[in-house]
């Protein structure tokens, strides 16, 4: 018999050779440095660890992977970005790749930004000065550019900024100058390069949830700014769009850490003379954790093949990816809390730094409410109208 | 599942073989079980099954190449909707675990749609424990004289042949006393009832075995040896679940339309949301059965297959119940209580609340999902398996 | 210490010996009559289990239990009749109680409407003309009133005029004569009271999901009607209050009876050599459920002592109830036919009776998302704007 | 629970003996430790407690008769919430078990707050099975000597006392070789070292025990009969559990009212239709609450309480999640990581980001959820046991 084919069927899910062999040599370099004390000590103040890793990752051409070859890059694909994104979250790996190798250098590869690709490809870190939750291009506040090019505004808790990897360049949207019609297009949106380096750059770090990938608020206040040409909202969606797809994978491999670290725990861990993975209770949570977490994977995967194939399905694909991933990573890391019981909570153990990062992951570039509410315009099953209600009938 | 990575060869082979059979038997003038018989001879029922038994022992992949162009020709098939049992869990039995002589004789009548199968498995004391089957054969010269009671067996009030599970020796440990035979269904000792489900209607049958007979001749495997050859019927049973289906398949479409065409008062926000998470559940389980199928292009089905069932389950009862919620008034409606015996389950063609009851089942039949549940832990996570106090106790001295 | 006080925190939740004694007669009374058998048989078209039931009920005279006693009823409270929905509940009786000795018996009682309610405290039954699922005065669509006093208009899926116990009255919401303006308002809004058998009454019965509160579709033309005099609206949304109020007991007991039937069950049961219910995995599921349904049986207590006692919480009391019993009672019924495994699918077991009250009582006067969006309202927790979205702001 | 039904004259007769004492010892000149003292020789303390020892052996309902008047005279109380663990769990567990001159001794520094309690129960290998403690006693002469680790323990670094649970008979199986000691904690083979949760904070400490002395006039109970004291110690505990609060009390009035002032881009129909579920579970468990103690208004607490501290649990991380996801951006914000060590918990003190953490304990201290279930399905529902495997084994001899 023939399949039933859906949409974006010939998608492939499976890893190629060439990506095992990326997993492995990350995984590798990740485990000889990135242990859960020395990724701890940021809450501390330490944030050492992140440059460490950073290092290895360049070491490796990774942050290069996204950027085209004509400016230096790997120009490979996006699913080898996302095999990256999964495997730094299983070692809950405080670097800013998501930020810059995926959302920054997304942005800039759509503007054509040789320049800034090639500092990318080389090593160095770029962030879109937007808040860490924003998803959609429509709904960015721009910055005000005055007449004399500089740059004043506020943006708070922008990721990519802070932390032991911070950008090297702010890549900001404004507004036409002053609010007047810029160059580059009838409304003058347009996105204009910041050192943070500079006079008038504030980048004040903020106490963050998940400080693996810690935020700053931002004000700059006529800030020297470089424009870069180019059609600035169709390069922000694109930047965001990568974002949100690959960032589903990181949200799976956290997931994943979750769950093979809880099995793995829960074989060894006897109480009342048993196993404890023993208990029926929690073997069949620990299924149903299970088919979640393959599930994530899978959409994650889908999600990625889609961006790197340019498919259609690519919107649907990362409304569905980030709102399932987002809140399998939640429920496995809580279930991983949980089952490890006390030990789950303390602060020596890895779970709490997981468990951190998909709590606020799951928010990061839109949380699921916001990807479920994109997918019901995409796949056509409207809100209910407001006047569902209906008017009293009975006079 | 998948029809990538035929080999060119044999593609071009089978469509001359393909070729060879319609010039011989003209579908047009043909008689449909003639022609049947005619494909059978030439390999091209089942491929994949060895030659001599109606196949080429080529790849399960290359099946369509044959059928789509016999469907193109205007062929007959053999209708395998009707005999789904016969063909999805008796052949593949009857290919491992039969006699030369037994594939000789069974396996054509069975292809060719002559003889329609069941399962005598499940009985009221042997559900999930499949193992506890009380149904006695005892020898009687070359026979057995089979005694019991089944249930759940769909299409026995319409079958020829039945795989049936008897015990065969109480005083050995539960798992090995059992025996695994083909019965003829058509015969005294053999009584069908239908048994009414919660949606009114008789999809199953209770089978009352009274001295039935069987021929040793019809034994499948060795005596005692029916509990390994029962497991590999079911193994099969659980291959055919969760092939990649279209987006909106099956019970999402139909609550995707609902919602699409519900009156405004319907559409409440809450079941937006609910709606909105299940699709996403839905587009979920389909990406993973999409995954596993690339996994498996070449290799065996495994355990991983367990989630999938799961998941299908739980998503058609929840939309189902959505469903119900969607049609407002309507929704306390029901088309039909009147008892019948439909040949097959039609779950889109009936009305909400038959959905909504009907899918009740899923998560029961085929390996209820508590079973699922401790295959994935067990084989899959690799937790400890369940205490078990029946395993080395003669069958006759477990309490019941 | 002294208690922290909440709302409501005089309401007795517990039954007195009163509501004890009636809860075993009744209970008595249902369990030598109302076989698994017998309820079945109404789906095959036998539905003479009901009169005996009511006759039963009436013998008790707990039909009058809502009926002042200047009318010849029982004049006890709300916490009586909530019982006997309860116990009614445990044996799926198929029985008018609810829209006939609650809905309409309030309704008649607000408008105080003597001669009828003589008629329900002797054990005859009226039925509110409402869509079963209708829980808002607000909601009525009203019939037509003729200028000679006949009514005319059609209502689907109405419960309480079909079935063995079909309603003596329709009590049929109007507007003024032909639209105008009536005699008893400023928009002529009223109830009048029509009887099924005479001219122009047409009550088609409805193949229902649950036969045991089988609908009709009721057709009137030209019928003749009696004006029931009194502020209808006031009589009709007291009548649904009070419906809402105490139908969620009905719901509880149905959980109550999926909860207890299934232990029972899994007690007995034998699978892999081990008592089914041992298994920690069903043991586990069946503890939430125990919590789900005492908290369902105390938020239905909660809602009829708030009703007896005429409490500013109704209101809340009433969407909690509905809300919660609704789905618990859904759940529980559920889990009662999946642990049955395919016992509880057959149609000799009694939870499909159970599985399809619950399904369809979850939605009769309202669903739980109706409820809550009651609730929303009453305890200021409003609905997100339709403008939330914001504008595009990058322009 | 409760303050319905206390006599009158017992009302009366503790009305005039708050007016003796108020009169003997002005609340305004008085001493606060002589006050407190005075009103424990009154029996004024914890009117359910036998007389001797603060009380007059009458209903615990009447103790804010005590109370109530006390305060309104600006007497001073103990701080109860300085010492939780003493009144909650100490002075039941010496009334119940200790001997006259344990009592004497032990219960007015209690109450009047000169001596502080913790509890050394836990143990890193001994959590869920607390009956599994490794921490060894070994008696020398009339005292014992006490070497093992402990965790969780709150208030360990303030502590005067505490309750310990001890091995002192390995070769009996692990329920029968425990004994139960007061423990005094200043001393040198006591080291108290804070333990970090996820939070940040040390709200728990590690206690290392290293030759630690205790007398064995400081045990409570017999030798061996250690597991039946420390039942009755954690029955106290979840007592406290689930007593009557107010409506939108706790976590959830903090997650409403985040809803109402939340800019209107935060709110979303998903986390409406979230909140109002919530909402209604908060007020069934709320009304469960008021149904039970109406029910235990005489009686003492069942298992059934179990079902109580379950849903609370739930209810705080449900709501907590969703407070997050209310906040927006603020939602990945934390308020303070560094390492402090609280006197108490404070969920609504802090922000969203520690309530969320915090409240992951909640189903963990205090018997875990699953520990709950499967109570709730003993001792409730009557469903069989779980199989032990370690019940008649000699403690020294389980796998570890």
């Not at chain 1, 004000?219 to 960032?247: I, W």
């Not at chain 2, 060895?50 to 790849?59: D, S």
């Not at chain 2, 009936?350 to 009740?360: E, M, P, Q, V």
Request: net charge negative; with cysteine.
């Amino acid at each position: 018999m023939s399949a039933t084919t859906g949409a974006g069927a010939d998608l492939v899910l499976l890893p190629d050779d060439v990506e095992e062999d990326l997993r492995a040599s990350l995984d590798r370099a990740l485990a000889a440095r990135c242990t859960p004390a020395r990724v701890a000590a940021a809450y501390d103040g330490d944030e050492s660890l992140a440059g460490e890793l950073w290092t290895a990752l360049v070491d490796l051409g990774l942050p290069a992977l996204l950027v085209p070859e004509e400016h230096g890059g790997a120009g490979a694909g996006a699913r080898e970005a996302a095999a990256v994104l999964d495997v730094l979250a299983r070692h809950a790996a405080p670097v800013p790749y998501l930020s810059s190798a995926v959302v920054a250098a997304t942005t800039l590869t759509a503007l054509g930004a040789g320049g800034l690709l090639g500092d990318l490809a080389a090593g160095g870190t770029a962030a879109l000065l937007v808040p860490a939750t924003l998803h959609r291009a429509d709904d960015v506040v721009p910055l005000v550019r005055h007449d004399d090019g500089t740059v004043s505004g506020s943006v708070r808790s922008v990721t990519g900024v802070a932390g032991g990897v911070p950008a090297g360049v702010l890549l900001v949207p404004v507004a036409g100058p002053d609010g007047a019609d810029g160059a580059d297009g009838a409304d003058g949106a347009a996105l204009v390069a910041v050192r943070p380096g500079d006079p008038g750059v504030d980048v004040a770090p903020v106490v963050s949830l998940d400080m693996t990938a810690p935020l700053a608020d931002v004000r700059l206040d006529r800030a020297p700014a470089t424009e870069l040409p180019g059609d600035a909202r169709a390069a922000v969606s694109a930047g965001l769009a990568a974002g949100a797809a690959l960032g589903a994978s990181a949200l799976a491999g956290t997931a994943t850490w979750a769950l093979t670290t809880t099995v793995a725990y829960l074989q060894q861990r006897r109480q009342f003379g048993r196993v404890v993975g023993g208990y029926q209770a929690l073997k069949h949570r620990l299924a149903d954790l299970y088919a979640e977490v393959e599930q994530a994977t899978a959409t994650a995967r889908y999600a990625a093949a889609a961006l790197a194939a340019d498919d259609p399905d690519l919107a649907v694909a990362t409304a569905v990816a980030q709102s399932w991933c987002s809140e399998v990573a939640v429920h496995a890391t809580e279930e991983a809390v949980q089952l490890h019981g006390g030990l789950g909570m303390t602060w020596e153990h890895p779970c709490h730094l997981h468990l951190k990062r998909a709590r606020a992951g799951a928010l990061v570039l839109g949380s699921p409410a916001a990807h479920r509410d994109d997918l019901a315009t995409l796949v056509d099953l409207p809100p209910p109208h407001p006047d569902q209600g209906g008017s009293p009938s009975w006079t | 599942m998948t029809t990538a990575g035929p080999a060119a060869g044999h593609r071009a082979d089978l469509e001359a073989r393909v070729d060879a059979l319609l010039a011989a038997h003209d579908p047009a003038t043909t008689e449909r079980q003639a022609f049947l018989d005619a494909r059978y001879d030439a390999g091209l029922a089942w491929v994949h099954v060895p030659e001599g038994h109606g196949g080429l022992g080529l790849p399960r992949a290359l099946q369509p190449v044959v059928d789509d162009r016999l469907g193109a020709a205007g062929a007959p098939d053999n209708d395998p909707r009707r005999n789904g049992i016969g063909l999805g869990m008796a052949a593949p039995t009857i290919l491992a675990f039969g006699t030369p002589a037994q594939q000789e004789r069974l396996l054509r009548p069975l292809w060719t749609g002559r003889e329609i199968w069941c399962q005598l498995f499940s009985e009221p004391g042997a559900g999930s424990d499949l193992a506890a089957v009380a149904t006695r054969a005892i020898p009687d010269g070359d026979r057995w004289r089979v005694t019991g009671q089944k249930v759940w067996t769909s299409s026995a009030h319409l079958a020829d042949r039945a795989l049936l599970l008897a015990r065969t020796d109480p005083d050995a440990p539960k798992h090995r006393g059992l025996t695994y035979f083909a019965l003829d269904m058509r015969q005294p000792g053999v009584e069908v009832r239908p048994l009414r489900q919660l949606t009114g209607e008789a999809e199953f049958n209770e089978v009352f075995l009274t001295d039935a007979v069987v021929d040793d001749a019809d034994r499948l495997g060795d005596v005692g040896a029916g509990w390994q050859v029962a497991n590999a019927t079911l193994m099969s049973e659980r291959v055919a679940i969760g092939s990649g289906a279209a987006r909106e398949a099956g019970m999402l479409g139909v609550v995707a339309d609902a919602w699409r065409t519900a009156p405004s008062g319907h559409r409440t926000a809450d079941a937006h949301q609910r709606l909105l998470r299940l699709w996403v559940e839905s587009e979920a389980l389909r990406t993973t059965g999409m995954r596993l199928a690339q996994k498996l292009a070449a290799g065996a089905p495994g355990p991983e297959g367990s989630a999938m069932k799961l998941g299908f389950a739980r998503l058609a009862q929840q939309l189902s119940s959505l469903e119900v919620e969607l049609r407002g008034d309507d929704g306390l409606r029901y088309d039909d209580w009147t008892l019948r015996r439909p040949d097959q389950v039609d779950m889109t063609g009936r009305d909400t609340g038959y959905r909504y009851l009907r899918a009740k089942g899923n998560s029961i039949e085929g390996g209820t999902s508590e079973v699922l549940r401790n295959i994935i832990a067990e084989r899959v996570l690799g937790l400890p398996s369940e205490h078990r106090v029946d395993k080395d106790v003669a069958w006759k001295d477990l309490p019941r």
